[in-house]
Structures are given as C-alpha cells and as structure tokens.
Nanobody
Framework: QVNLVESGGGSAQAGGSLRLSCAASENYRDRNCMAWFRQAPGKEREGVAALYQGSGRSYYGDSMEDRFTISQDTTKKTVYLQMKSLKSDDTAIYYC???????????????????????WGQGTQVTVSS
C-alpha cells in the first residue's frame, strides 16, 4: 500500500508559476515510478510527467515538457511538479500517482496511461485565471 498526499495547489494568474508536492509513504518498490496526472472538467485524466525514484529518469506527456518539470527529493520521499507560464487551460485537479514502472512505448516515450498506475492521491486543485 502506498499513501500519496498532494499539496501546493491553488490559484494563479496566467503567466505565473506554481509548484506541487507529492509526499509518499514507505514501500519503495510499489512507488518506484511517481507521476503527475491532471483532469480538467469534462475531460479525461491526462498524464503530465513521470519519474523513476532513485535514478531520477523523467518522462513527459505530449506537449508537457515545455512548461512542466518533475523532480524529487529522495530524503523527503517527495516528488514535485514545477509549473511555469501557466495558462487557463492548465486549470484542473492534479493527481499524484505511483506504481512500480513508468511504462514507455517503443519510441521511448512515456505511455502517460492512467491505467498503468495503482496508487493515487486525492488530488489538488489548480485554477489559473486570465
């Protein structure tokens, strides 16, 4: 079992920045891959970024790499999502997720598939106003 707790959400102006945090419980094996997803009203949950704890190898969903950066602090068992140049389209609930593997396609790109992840946090709301 892995417990995930997100924090750092809130309101921001377009063009601003926010940093989200995800603190994970023990059980390193099942949280080897940590990821961020988001879900806007009326839309499907989409993958933002993922990271292998330990190595720090990171992956990004399509069109996410320009403005989002995933990172970790292994001493705190915490993964971060730095968001910059925020747009109103970034308004969503952001979820932290964990599983053993960050699955990739044949071209090395992350699948960003929500069904690959077993453990989920409760989510944190991000609202960007223009």
């Amino acid at each position: 079992q892995v417990n995930l707790v997100e924090s750092g959400g809130g309101s921001a102006q377009a063009g601003g920045s926010l940093r989200l945090s995800c603190a994970a419980s023990e059980n390193y094996r099942d949280r080897n891959c940590m990821a961020w997803f988001r879900q806007a009203p009326g839309k499907e949950r989409e993958g933002v970024a993922a990271l292998y704890q330990g190595s720090g190898r990171s992956y990004y969903g399509d069109s996410m790499e320009d403005r989002f950066t995933i990172s970790q602090d292994t001493t705190k068992k915490t993964v971060y999502l730095q968001m910059k140049s925020l747009k109103s389209d970034d308004t969503a609930i952001y979820y932290c997720a964990a599983d053993q593997w960050c699955r990739v396609r044949g071209n090395g790109r992350w699948t960003a598939d929500r069904t690959d992840f077993t453990y989920w946090g409760q989510g944190t709301q991000v609202t960007v106003s223009s």
